[in-house]
Nanobody, 123 residues
Framework: EVQLVESGGGLVQAGGSLTLSCAAS????????IGWFRQAPGKEREGVSC????????YLADSVKGRFTISGDNAKLTVFLQMNNLKPEDTAVYYC????????????????WGQGTLVTVSS
């Protein structure tokens, strides 16, 4: 059974930075891509970023390109989302997720979810 444990959310002022971590267990690195979705109040859950443990490729949504960076540690099956220059519109619950392909990073393909961590960006 795939398990995903997030950490690192919190409150930050606009322009600040946060790093989210997701520790995965219950599978080998070649089985899933790991990444992040977020959901703001009243909005749909959207794909933010993804890391492919097999080849090291990544996906970043257009809304976060140039500000967010995703990386992974194969040995620890842990993914990190470095978020810089945060904006109030980044406020959301961020969910770690496991899916088959970063190239198809949509909630309908996700096979396991973390519990979510709240990120609040004040203006």
């Amino acid at each position: 059974e795939v398990q995903l444990v997030e950490s690192g959310g919190g409150l930050v002022q606009a322009g600040g930075s946060l790093t989210l971590s997701c520790a995965a267990s219950g599978f080998v690195s070649a089985s899933y891509d790991i990444g992040w979705f977020r959901q703001a109040p009243g909005k749909e859950r959207e794909g933010v970023s993804c890391f492919d443990f097999r080849g090291g490729s990544t996906y970043l949504a257009d809304s976060v390109k140039g500000r967010f960076t995703i990386s992974g540690d194969n040995a620890k099956l842990t993914v990190f989302l470095q978020m810089n220059n945060l904006k109030p519109e980044d406020t959301a619950v961020y969910y770690c997720a496991a899916g088959p392909f970063c190239s198809a990073w949509h909630a309908r393909y996700v096979e396991a979810w973390g519990q979510g961590t709240l990120v609040t960006v004040s203006s």
